[in-house]
């Protein structure tokens, strides 16, 4: 994985990445990983805790979010190959913990 702690866009999460933007519309600092089966149970370790306000997953597996660390409380799916709206609205800066999956059916 990798942190950026400069200002991030649309285009610093390349193909295969998974990734966290701290604000709306992809800007802020960024947190990515490409690499199936990562679990991140604790977002705070990169200072990332109830940060995230937009993603993108250009990775060919699905990941999910959770509002709560070690993988607890409201989880939202990531699906392979897309990416969030530019808002997220309710879940604006929730995401405590991360992972992704092995294939693009894990979640649905
Ligand atoms: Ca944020
Ligand atoms: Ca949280």
């Known amino acids: 994985m990798e942190v950026s702690l400069g200002v991030a866009a649309y285009s610093d999460c390349p193909n295969n990445y998974v990734c966290l933007f701290e604000d709306p519309s992809w800007g802020g600092r960024i947190v990515r990983w490409y690499v199936a089966n990562t679990a991140i149970s604790d ?50 800066n929730e995401a405590s913990s991360f992972r992704i999956y092995t294939d693009a059916v894990a979640c649905t």
């Open 43 to 92: 977002l705070g370790i990169y200072t990332f805790n109830d940060r995230m306000s937009s993603w993108v997953n250009n990775s060919p597996y699905d990941a999910r979010w959770f509002y709560n660390g070690s993988y607890g409380g409201t989880t939202r799916c990531m699906n392979a190959e897309s990416g969030s709206a530019a808002s997220l609205g309710g879940d604006d």
